[in-house]
């Protein structure tokens, strides 16, 4: 069974920094984009970061762009987001997420960890 | 960035009737038209991908139409389980990927 779990979420005052992590088994972990979506409270998704199969190639919203770091390590087969400068606005559930086969839908998807800039 | 716009925000249909989502988006993308439904405290969950295929165990109940701007969600025959919101997704522009703001959908 594919499954995503993150972890890493908690409290922290703004400006400060926190590193999320997303271990990742049931699939070839590096053949999938991997993503993060965030949703802060009452609202809707936003996707945050994206990170090829192979590592090479980053993407970011506009609105972490700067901050955030997006990153993956094979061997433990595990994408990290790297959250610096952290502002209220940061405060959210991140979910990480995998591409499915055919590309850009996201079919798995972890439960979420919670972050509160405060 | 390609703007997603569902509608209505809130829809309110009677369980064994049939439901339609909208969403719009501001420039083509062809069909690479994601749904997701997501119930309080879970994670979102694939329903819909390629504008029109369902995703492994979703229900022929659910079903998706559309191309270029303009695509639709329906759920045929809504059961209590469906009761929760729908969020579309574009993702031609790889991978930055856009997400409508969602449809409440609510029992009537």
């Known amino acids: 069974e594919m499954q995503l779990l993150e972890s890493g979420g908690g409290l922290v005052q703004p400006g400060g920094s926190l590193r999320l992590s997303c271990a990742a088994s049931?699939?070839?972990?590096?053949?999938?984009?991997l993503t993060w979506v965030r949703q802060a409270p009452g609202k809707g998704l936003e996707w945050v970061s994206g990170i090829s199969g192979s590592g090479d190639r980053r993407f970011y919203a506009d609105s972490v762009k700067g901050r955030f770091t997006i990153s993956r390590d094979s061997s433990k087969n595990t994408v990290y987001l790297q959250m610096n400068i952290l502002r209220g606005e940061d405060t959210a559930v991140y979910h990480c997420?995998?591409?499915?086969?055919?590309?850009?839908?996201?079919?798995?998807w972890g439960q979420g960890t919670t972050v509160t800039v405060s | 960035e390609i703007v997603m716009t569902q509608s209505p925000a809130t829809l309110s249909v009677s369980p064994g009737d049939r439901a339609t989502l909208s969403c719009r988006a501001s420039?083509?993308?062809?069909?690479?038209l994601a749904w997701y439904q997501q119930k309080p405290g879970q994670a979102p969950r694939l329903l819909i991908y390629?504008?029109?295929t369902r995703a492994t165990g979703v229900p022929a109940r659910f079903s998706g139409s559309g191309s270029g701007t303009d695509f639709t969600l329906t759920i045929s025959s809504l059961r209590s389980e469906d009761f929760a919101v729908y969020y579309c997704?574009?993702?031609?522009?790889?991978?930055?990927?856009?997400f409508g703001q969602g449809t409440k959908l609510e029992i009537k």
């Open positions: 997420a995998k591409d499915g086969a055919l590309g850009g839908y996201m079919d798995v």
């Open positions: 420039q083509s993308v062809s069909s690479k």
């Open positions: 049931g699939f070839t972990f590096s053949s999938y984009t």
């Open positions: 997704q574009q993702y031609d522009n790889w991978p930055m990927y856009t």
């Open positions: 390629g504008a029109s």
